[in-house]
C-alpha cells in the first residue's frame, strides 16, 4: 500500500492508496479492505512483486 498525500485549501490529507506491481498503475482505496484485483489489468497478483526466473526451467541457452 502506498501513502498519498493532497493538498486540500490550508489542510494536508493522506489517503491510502495501492499501487500494482504488474502494471504499475495507482489507484485510491475506497474501503478498509484491499481489493481483491487491480482495476487496469485485473491481475489478483497485484500485491506481489513478479518472478522473473523461478529456476523451475533451465534458460535456452542451456537446453541440448
Known amino acids: 500500500m502506498v501513502?498519498?498525500?493532497k493538498q486540500y485549501g490550508e489542510g494536508v490529507a493522506t489517503i491510502p492508496?495501492?499501487?500494482c506491481s504488474r502494471c504499475n498503475?495507482?489507484?485510491l482505496q475506497r474501503g478498509k479492505t484491499?481489493?481483491?484485483v487491480c482495476p487496469r489489468c485485473k491481475s489478483p497478483y497485484w500485491a506481489k512483486a513478479k518472478v522473473?526466473?523461478?529456476g523451475r526451467f533451465p534458460?535456452?541457452?542451456n537446453w541440448k
Request: aromatic letters at 12%; charged letters at 45%.
Open 34 to 36: 484491499p481489493p481483491e
Open 25 to 27: 498503475y495507482i489507484w
Open 17 to 19: 492508496a495501492n499501487k
Open 3 to 5: 501513502k498519498e498525500t
Open 59 to 61: 534458460k535456452r541457452e
Open 52 to 54: 522473473k526466473n523461478s
